[in-house]
């Protein structure tokens, strides 16, 4: 089934500046346009295939996050924007940030910078499109030998 | 070219119990509450009350020094929006501020560190420093019944 | 008298970009109160003070928020220069006085993007960004990245920008300002903007003054109040009106961001025109030591920057009040009596930046 012709993704912003936040939407907008690659941005996490997260992880937004990652339905992919969601970034040291986004749920694709430029966002999303295939590739197989376990 | 207005910021410290009089005369002569701010310098607090004229751009800061284990009234009955700053200066610093309208009891950005931007050390020995007042003040409350239980025995001797 | 109920609003929610949650109390679809509760974005950056020195603070202070980044890197180095006694050179007044004016056009047209977006107008959403682009290649023409730039230093700026340059950013903000008067026919005219902006989200200036509001959504219920009358930065040489209106509802805010781009272009042609030859920065000897309060006015309101100095390179305390944590009580005020449906629009009309509130 060839369905990575048309991902949706889901943008949530954990403790970032809002400037990777600013530049994922930038890429969505016409001059840099990622909705040619058959992207729609949604809103509602069981729609989404493709988890965009910017900014590090704090206390209090860890949950959400996990919650918003079992939310979704299999397959997905998690992209990772930004520097402060790879890594933690300028605010490693500080009292109230645990590190990037990989502390919380499992990243598939890091993209750095601060702020995060359109260029290499879509290049992210073209990645994760890819991982994306594969997955739903490797799910498929699953199901099929599954059905036909049962069927023996 | 525009006029420009900028005055020199005033800046006036005074003590803790002049606080909601100072604070009562800037509401009356309409400034705006522009910010609370606390810092920790040589082991007390320094609380800055920041008022903006917004027609003459006059900046006033009424500065508070007060030892840490304190108590600063709330401002929240004469500027009900202070409830914020307030909050804000009791979950990060420990300060103990009392009767605020809307009290969040540390949960403001509910934060797991207790009271994160004072150095180490620093929250023991402010309940130290507590327990020492707490103690001088019962003692300067007990002399009373000795006294009268003195006189008791002289009156009962003669 | 219906059933009280309460609805969660956020943090994920596709009309915000920012986590931010409020508990809604409604009864018959009127909302009756609005409960904040923040401490998504809390980073606690003002604790980093005591781990780098006064000149890397200005590389913190700017990542409070990428869209105001400009204004807190200034607003940061213009307090430092107080304590310090600098006296910055009037080129880099002048510089910092355009960056600051692009970085005022680029906020007020996202922030139209996203207006736009919360009325359910998402080609109008398309087409703000795709004009503010053009102002983001001007930031990446003079300084090299988009939105967080790093031009501020203590004492003055680090990047030049030749005559050229400031010609080429002439012809482009003309080009800008014909888009901008497209867009604006529909912002103001269209029938369906209109009734989902025009008496909603009502303040009274008596409201806005004593709630402590600031900025343009203190300006579009009356009050007259724009600190760039203070003359910071290269603004006392040039000439200007604050932008107000008189009506306090969400079309009123709407009409006070569109007129105020069109007066930042103006800003930008006097600055370019009045701009003199000179020295980039002055040099700083030695470590501040001493107090002081700086405010400027950022695209939101008014922010305050308070810093303490002790005479070594640490600082002793770095504190910024940004402009949404002063405008979050009149919001909570708002929201009262509104309509349920109307909640999306009027969060995003007072310009929420959750990132620089909670630092």
Redesign the interface.
Known sequence: MNIKRSPWLLHYDGSSCNGCDIEVLASLTPVYDAERLGVENTGDPMQADILLITGGINTQNAPVVKQLYDQMPRPKVVVAVGICACTGGVFKETYNILGGADKVIPVDIYVPGCAARPQSIIDGIIQARELFQQRSDEHDALMRSQKGAANV | MCKVLNPEPIQETIALDKLLFEVMKKKEAGLRLSQICVSYINEKYELSYSFADDESFQYTVLRVVIDLYEEVPSICKIYPYAIFYENEIAELYDVNVEMIDLDFHGKFYRIEKEAPMLPEGALEKKAQEEAEAKKRAEAAAEPAPEAQTEEENKGGNN | MGKKSVVPFG?????L???IHLDLVIEDEIISEAIPN???????????V??KDFNEMV??AE?????C?FGHGLGYVEAIEHVMNIEVPARARYLRTIWAELGRMHSHL?WLGLAADAFGFESLF?ES??IR?RI?DLHELTCG????FSVNKVGGVIRDIPADKLAYIKDQILIVEKEVKNIEKTFLGDYSVQTRSKGIGLLTKEEA????AVGPFARASG???D?R???YAA???????PVISNDGDCYARLDVRIRELYQSIDLIRQAIDKIPEGELEAKAIGFPKGEY?M?IEQPRG?A?Y?V?GNGTKIL??M?I?TPT??N??PLCETLKGADYADVGPLVVSIDP?I?CT?R
Do not use: M, N
């Open positions: 943090p994920q929610h596709p009309v970009p920012e986590p923040i401490g998504f974005i809390h980073r606690g950056l003002e604790g980093l005591e781990k590389y913190i990542r409070t928020c990428g869209i980044s996202l398309y960004w795709r682009e983001l990245s988009r939105l967080i003054h004593d709630l402590g009050i007259t109040a600190l009358t203070t003359g603004y006392g040489e040039l000439d200007f009106e309060f405010r008014e305050v308070y303490k002793d305390r504190r009040r944590f002063a979050i009580p930046c990132s909670e």
